[in-house]
């Protein structure tokens, strides 16, 4: 069965390759990484998304970043060089290096931890939580049970 | 005037710190059996008094600042910086909150508003108002001394008085700032009175789960306001910018959203200790948690810790607010290890598969959201620390680590109502879960050719297609399990009393506002998810344009019909006026404006938008071309941002049908001239 679903999902994926054949083009690639970086006029913004009049540095950088693609560079080695020229802050985001590590794995490591607690707290509960003893199958509580039911049924 | 103010601030100052010290006096003596020359009741009494008097006399320094921006009284070193002769009137009122120390006084009058209300409405429990009161009387001591001797309002300008003000940012003209800055203000301080009450109620060891009822209202307002105030600051962020976004996760939109994430956390978490009497300590804590947070997000903005666009200059006021976070953090810790036997926990989780585990996981879910933020905006800090370089932490991040715990928080939000309290049976599970889990895989499915394209995760460094597709599937999941509960819940009154289902519908929800109004919140929240989603497929074009040339964006063309300057007293403004064409039928006109104002020197973007339930076609004048002196005009495709602002509507609608009292179901019945049987629903439960 696991075989069949293999065998299934192969052609799927060769499909959704020749689907998205391509999408990495130089105009995608200028759009990705103008987002990976800020502006560094001291906007605070994406460097694609600083629209100050008369900014005296998006579009100086927007212009290195189209030379950059252009000449060939990878989008590490553009990142690169984009750090070591404006400093480790014209990355929007930390990579994935050293201490930098730690910005991407504590938030989803301490949610994980959290969850696995409260499902071990919640076992915990369970299983010293006293079973309910059986109830007796008489007329009057299957009675009472019914009337409950009734008066609670919305 | 300014004399006045300054007068009326050391007034409030004083009668404030009579409000705390009599009060606190008052009650050691109460709770001891203690007395002294005047018993413990009339002293609290005078107390009570003293902090409703502070109310006017905080308001007559508001008063006399915003007298000042009318005036023209520029011998008033702050109306000198944040106003002018030509500002509008209503941006004259708007300069109260416009700079640091008038936000200052403006936060102080509206906590002394605040404890207006509640000491006036002290007969709902007199002792445990009396705690409250005194412990926001110790919080109003902090701001007013802040707006006496740090950030003072009223300070003079030294030498010869200028002719005309700097007049105020550019950025804050804009209607929205007008009502913005208070309603966020009316949120950050609105959650000093949960607050104060759950302090109050923990020193004092008060028997019962009164105090949550008490401040219910309290807490579903200020979260009201504050939902309100962020919103608000989005569609200012969309309108004024002109970036063509609404979120940029700037450190002060990050301090806004973190009190709101553990105050959403509280409002579900409560019901919990109001029904099984559970998450006590945790509903403390997170009230704490919350109005510490709100302190920590202004600290965070006022003190230049974190750069921001929004921040206020940097000055020694963050010292302030970290001696007082101290102090607020030392005394819920040493409330709170003195009386920690009184929260025990009354019972225990008996299921995973329940309504209180949904809680439960709700609001891991919402901490571990809090958290995030909260570590992202101060990872710049800590690495500076360690490594000792900054780094930014923006965007990129949020969207890579904060929007798939979103996207789990909408399914929670979808499958908490379809499980019953102490435990559900795996036959109910299947019951519930059929119909919105096919809707899921419907929507799932037809988004597809629409282009929501969630391979691209795979063989892109794009992330957006795939949480799109997530977001709108569980939109779909969550929007079907509301309907279901609105549909099952009126069928069994259309049974029972002849009406239409709508109207069945509409008593079901008075019969029990609070749980029905949750739903609504519930449905305006996945409206805001849509809206999000829609992000992901957001398209822009820039082009410079001359006369009758046009270009394309998504099924739009946009022709430059004409471009001009034009200039008034307050500002100087060049302009492009476009029309918009959808095949060759003309749409809409729009004029995107770029306004200079004089008296700063600062430019202003004002945005066209021709907004849709599809799409917004958004558009900003970028500036003008150096060389030909044309304008450059940058436009965006931004589809379904509409239903965010929907969305908005329908939780504030929510929130309010929440806040109106149960009709008993025998009203109802009367209203509708319709006798129910004897066995009919019973009258609104207590809520859930």
Redesign the interface.
Known sequence: MHRLIRFALLPLLAV??V??LG??DTE?RYN?LG??M?CVC?????LL???H??CPDSNRMLGELRAAIASGDG?DAVLAAFQEKY????????LLT???I???V???G??LL??AG??A???K??L??APMPAVADDPASNELRE?IR????? | MPAFGSFALLVALALSGYNLLAGAVALRQLATGGRGWVSPEKLAETARRAGIASFFATACAAFALVWAAFTNDFSVAYILEHSNRALPWPYKFAALWSGQEGSLLLWAFLLSAYGFVLRVRHKVDVKLTAYASTILAGIQVFFLLLVNVAATPFSLVTGAVPPDGNGLNPLLQYPEMVIHPPMLYLGYVGFSVPFAFALGALMMRYPGEKWIHITRRWTMVTWLFLTVGIFLGMHWAYSVLGWGGYWGWDPVENASLMPWLTGTAFLHSVMMQEKRGMMKSWNVWLIFSTFMLAILGTLLTRSGLVSSVHAFAQSAIGTWFWVFLVIVLAVCLFTYILNRDHLKTEHKLESLVSRESSFLFNNLVLLAACFTVLWGTLFPVLSEYVQGNRVTVSAPFYNRVAVPIGVFLLFLTGIGPLLAWRSTSWRSIRKNFVVPGIAAVVVAIAVIPLGVHPWTIFTTDEQGGFYAWITFAMAAFVATAIFAEFWNGGKVIRQKSGQNLLASMVQLTRRNTRRYGGYIVHFGIVLIFIGIGGQAFNQSHEQTMNYKQSFMLGPYRLECLDYSQDSNANYDTEFALLNVYRGDRLVTKLSPELRVYPASGQPSTIVANHSTLAWDLYVIYAGKDPATGQPVIKAFLNPLVAWIWIGLIVTILGTGVALLPNLSAAVAAQRHRVTLPAEAVPAGRAGD
Not at chain 1, 150 to 154: I, N, S, Y
């Open positions: 959704l390759g689907i998205t999408s990495a995608a990705d987002h990976k800020m001291g906007c605070n913004e994406i998304e600083c629209n009049v008369g989008n400093g480790p802050t014209v990355l929007a985001a930390p050293k201490f930098n730690l910005a991407w504590v938030p989803p301490l949610l959290g969850l409260t499902f707290l919640v076992r509960w369970r010293r939580t009337r009734r008066e609670t049924e919305l």
